[in-house]
């Protein structure tokens, strides 16, 4: 088995200007996605992502790699996306996490480095205790990621969470601060 050597990424907050950019990626994407999740692929559904963020309870990072893009020649290139939802906060101080990488950046070590820096940002800045990721059970990649990430799995739900019109069981996989 080949080594993945990390990749150097950056986070950074979505903005309206990227709108053209992540949903071309979120299209070429699609069946890299299918049929765990699905990316804003729209201009509506972009600008739907983006209002959720207008919310405490939520927070967003694009996971970049430094450096030209590929397409256009300025700014950084985006490779992935990783979301906090339901941020809750009180004596819970947990929240939801989703994630997806977008397709050419997949097993490049994107994501691990990108979702390590997000778990950081939720314990540190944001002082949250406890993160949680549910994943369908046939979506070995995630499992893989957020395991490699130290997340542990406790437990399991059936027909958990609606997607793509059918509702679909999960793993539930957590991590807490340390």
């Known amino acids: 088995m080949t080594k993945v050597t990390p990749m150097r990424t950056v986070l950074r907050v979505p ?10 990626l979120a299209l070429r994407s ?6 765990w999740t699905s990316a804003p ?3 509506e559904a972009f600008a ?20 030209p893009a590929v397409r256009d020649g300025v700014g950084e290139q985006i490779a992935g996306a990783v979301h906090l939802s339901q941020m ?11 994630y997806y990488v977008f397709a050419g ?26 993160l949680e990721a549910n994943i ?13 990430c130290g997340f542990t799995q406790e437990g399991f739900s059936p027909r958990y969470l609606k997607i793509n019109g059918r509702w679909c069981d999960h793993e539930r996989w957590a991590i807490v601060a340390g």
Request: aromatic share 8%.
């Open 105 to 130: 950046y997949e097993r490049r070590g994107v994501m691990r480095s990108g979702l390590q820096q997000a778990v950081r940002h939720a314990f540190a800045h944001l002082k949250l205790h406890r």
């Open 41 to 43: 692929s729209t201009p």
């Open 15 to 24: 903005v309206a200007a990227d709108e053209a950019v992540f949903t071309a």
């Open 88 to 98: 809750v906060m009180g004596n819970f101080r947990s929240a939801y996490l989703g």
């Open 30 to 35: 699609r069946a890299l996605h299918a049929p």
């Open 48 to 67: 739907a992502y983006l209002a959720q963020l207008e919310s405490p309870s939520n927070q967003s990072f694009l996971i970049c790699l430094p450096g």
């Open 136 to 148: 369908q059970p046939g979506n070995t990649a995630s499992i893989a990621l957020v395991r490699a």
